[in-house]
């Protein structure tokens, strides 16, 4: 099946294991365009960065990239200058299997940092590697650390009758949080785009999905979002500002939404989704503040791990969010039950909100009462699996 | 004997259990002085305030107080107008007991949010408190919710062969975040010393002390810091800018930053005190920024729990922290053994690293090598206890 990255005309995938996951699950994921292709990306913010992702984040700049590959289980980050070397030799293994030029190819490293990359089997991996429209599957698979599930999302539009194909794959799991590239992402299309164009529509969907979930509220060394745009499609290319460019981000998002809600979904040791939105804010900032504050708040997370419908740490968090708002005119409902009434509890049906919190995902929702902005973001509830998973994930 | 909140002449402390917490243990800390005292606070910053609190933070503003009482098990908070009614008759049944002016007692509440305080049992509460100078102890039992010690400190200091005493109790546990007094905590003091003079020190012994604790980054709505001085000792009055208040305040201090660090040595599902300290920041915001983002995150503090030698994570949440430096000189060691020179990881001794990692106290250094500037925080590892204990604390 033509799935994630190979949904889209002229890209090719596969996903191998190399040897780089101690329990030999795929550990290698590469994409090969048939054509140089229109490319974008965004990049972490913090300001250590991995070394794969330096060349990633050089390479892209010109605006073509033709190939990406990504290598999960060890990632090549905080080594000094072997760190830069590797990176370029990963990119011209690939660039020597598939007859590209080493610049065209994008380079992406996740998994514990600080440990030496084994280049000898990211060599054997590529030589391994076997291209194929069915790969995309594989590719998702392999760029998986603690994630439990591969993530892939698709989404097509017409341009007068000719269909334009969006795919992608993520893998996100812990650290993430927003206001960056949250995780690592590719998405491939083939739309004919240019690069400019790319990268704005590139920006305003994350903005809309990646930038919008939390995990843990840590931020890796090693998070980007790459997007290829082949133009095998053969339809019309896509200018920015017109009607069509307004199909294809909206097509876009959808991908990034549904990408972004799997993510949350499947963070570490997360056994439901948190949808947290907040709602009649003064400013869309308030409405950032607050839901960011909520989403991010361990007891706020650990009372929805407990099923415990605790809105007085979710009133806390919005007074300790920044916003400006008057907590006397705060509701707050968990799904359907309103818990709170103008800042103090209501005698709400304990059962009824229990219900609720038991379901594979609970929208908390906090109405200022206020003014017209609203805003949402996605982040999963903290369980004693995150403590187990983090507490000897090097060791 | 003498400790804690009765350690300085003046002051009889009681400890009573009057129903608030379901295990019966004691839930109403009761101080009082046998005369008029000097007072500052410090209180919350979250936007949404405890009723007990406001009262506090108005009676205080005078000046002057003569009494504090604080129930644990059951916040006064987020209830409305009938929230504000509680507090003021917690005071006026003080002033009644204890022939007191009503605006001269100090209120404080902490437990869970949203549930109305039952006033009958404080009021029983309050009419079978026993003052006394043995009394600190039983105060400081009070005062605990999730803590697992009670948590009391004292110091004295001379003026010309003449003794001061301060002392004081805390409670903490979770919710503990600095900028603002991150517990509950009241101090006490037989200095002879006036309100402004008093309010000054007090801030400053919390920015060394309180202000650099995080358990889990989040802050409550019933954080508040007390201070009262009798006058009692019958040594010279201390005035600002004098040696005699430099005295006063290296005094003060260190009752804070005992207090400060059993707080984080006892935080919510702690196994361990984490002293993190950043070296050699080019601006002490710098090197506050770093300490703050490795003290509040997961991923660092889960990995301090499963004795694992991460620092990676310890160099990403640096990175992370808005702070200027330059990884590439960053020096990183846990305990004595240095584990990134550079920004590189060493080849260091796994099983020293493992030693320093199951101490009672494990010290992160970051030497940034840029400045000389540094700054230090204590935290706590983060457990699986903290999860089990905040997932259904309400309920």
Redesign the interface.
Known sequence: MESGVTYAKGFKASGVACGLKKNGNPDLAIVVCDRLASAAGLFT?????GHSLMLAQQNVRGGYAQAVIINAGN?N????SRGDEDALKMAALMAQRFGLAPQHVLTGSTG????PLPIDRVSAGISMAVLSKQGGADAARAIMTTDTVKKQAEASFTINGCEVRIGGMAKGA??IHPDMATMISVLTTDAAIDAQALQAALKEAADASYNRISI??????CDQLLILASGASGCPAIKAGTADYTLFLDALKSVCITLARMLAADGEGATKLLTVTVKNARTQKDAQLISNAIA????CK??A?????????L??????SG?A?D??KTDIYIGTVQV?S????LDFD?AAALNELKQPEVVYTVDLREGSFSYTMWTCD???D???I??????
């Open positions: 913010r913090n300001a250590v960065k990632a980050a905080c080594l000094g514990v940092i600080g440990k812990g650290m843990d509220g840590e931020t890796s060394v991010t708040s361990p007891l650990t009372a791990f407990g099923n415990d419908a605790n809105w007085g740490r009133l806390t968090a919005a007074g300790y916003a708002f907590p006397a709170c103008s800042g103090g509890g304990e903290f369980s004693l995150y403590v187990r983090n507490a000897d994930y090097r060791t």
